[in-house]
């Protein structure tokens, strides 16, 4: 594993809660599914014969990197948070085919394009996610594939509506005392959508599914560890259809370069 550079970040970081950043995503169920989830949807390329050049934008504590340095391939990892960077380090010591860099994901400037770009749960940590989308996409190579994961506004909403948090929506579901872990800048999915296809429109969009579009809305919370594993065939049945696919906590989008 080697280092590159530092870039003085900006946006939200992490630093200062880092291992509670790292476990609020691992080490809980609605973690656990969601990473499963992504790896179901990832498995063809994760799998791939061809030996990809990775790169994890925005990839935090290095779980999504492990699985293609694991697989074979080649990968850059970068983040902005110095902390969560060093809990990655640890998680892949000893790896030889993954490089690690702390920036900021607008200043990504690689010489090098990528087969595969993966920008997971980090346009709602951002102040202009559709400029996210636009660098993203320069990074990556002619008949590469983006994989883009973000918080879904529109199953925010849902959800706090089911819990009678009628006054957070009403303040447009911002917190009086903003939860640093609590995402401030969730997207709607038609609205994403609507700019890839309009300003990208030969681009291909291969995959299209909801993450979590059971698990969240549990009325007996128990279940979501003790009965898993009927969740997650759940998921992995419907997440990718009609209508389902919209509740989903997150929406994840697999974009092909044509």
């Given at each position: 594993m080697k280092d590159r550079k530092v870039v003085t970040p900006t946006d939200t970081f992490f630093n200062g809660i880092a291992n509670k950043f790292d476990n609020n995503?691992?080490?809980t169920s609605k973690g656990r599914l969601r990473h499963q989830m992504l790896l179901h949807y990832l498995s063809?390329?994760?799998h791939s014969p061809q030996n990809l050049a990775v790169l994890d934008a925005g990839g935090g504590t290095g779980m999504m990197s492990l699985e293609f340095a694991q697989a074979g391939h080649q990968v850059t990892l970068c983040d902005g948070s110095e902390e969560v960077l060093d809990i990655a380090k640890q998680r892949l010591a000893g790896a030889t085919n993954i490089c690690?860099?702390?920036t900021d994901i607008l200043s990504l400037d690689y010489p090098?394009?990528?087969d595969v770009v993966l920008c997971h749960a980090v346009l709602e940590w951002l102040q202009e996610p559709l400029v996210i989308i636009d660098k993203?996409?320069?990074?990556?190579r002619?008949?590469?594939r983006l994989s883009l994961s973000f918080f879904n506004r529109d199953a925010a909403l849902f959800n706090n509506a089911i819990w009678g948090n009628f006054d957070y929506i009403e303040a447009g579901l911002k917190a009086r005392n903003q939860v640093r872990l609590n995402p401030h800048n969730a997207q709607h999915p038609s609205e994403i959508l609507h700019y890839i296809?309009?300003?990208y429109p030969t681009y291909t969009i291969e995959h299209k599914a909801?993450?979590?579009c059971f698990h969240d809305y549990l009325q007996d919370r128990s279940k979501q560890i003790d009965e898993y594993d009927k969740i997650l065939a759940l998921e992995i049945k419907y997440g990718a259809t009609e209508p389902y696919m919209w509740l989903g906590k997150y929406f994840h989008l697999i974009i092909k370069k044509d």
């Amino acid at each position: 594993m080697k280092d590159r550079k530092v870039v003085t970040p900006t946006d939200t970081f992490f630093n200062g809660i880092a291992n509670k950043f790292d476990n609020n995503i691992y080490g809980t169920s609605k973690g656990r599914l969601r990473h499963q989830m992504l790896l179901h949807y990832l498995s063809a390329l994760i799998h791939s014969p061809q030996n990809l050049a990775v790169l994890d934008a925005g990839g935090g504590t290095g779980m999504m990197s492990l699985e293609f340095a694991q697989a074979g391939h080649q990968v850059t990892l970068c983040d902005g948070s110095e902390e969560v960077l060093d809990i990655a380090k640890q998680r892949l010591a000893g790896a030889t085919n993954i490089c690690v860099e702390q920036t900021d994901i607008l200043s990504l400037d690689y010489p090098q394009q990528f087969d595969v770009v993966l920008c997971h749960a980090v346009l709602e940590w951002l102040q202009e996610p559709l400029v996210i989308i636009d660098k993203l996409f320069t990074q990556l190579r002619q008949g590469g594939r983006l994989s883009l994961s973000f918080f879904n506004r529109d199953a925010a909403l849902f959800n706090n509506a089911i819990w009678g948090n009628f006054d957070y929506i009403e303040a447009g579901l911002k917190a009086r005392n903003q939860v640093r872990l609590n995402p401030h800048n969730a997207q709607h999915p038609s609205e994403i959508l609507h700019y890839i296809k309009h300003k990208y429109p030969t681009y291909t969009i291969e995959h299209k599914a909801g993450i979590r579009c059971f698990h969240d809305y549990l009325q007996d919370r128990s279940k979501q560890i003790d009965e898993y594993d009927k969740i997650l065939a759940l998921e992995i049945k419907y997440g990718a259809t009609e209508p389902y696919m919209w509740l989903g906590k997150y929406f994840h989008l697999i974009i092909k370069k044509d």
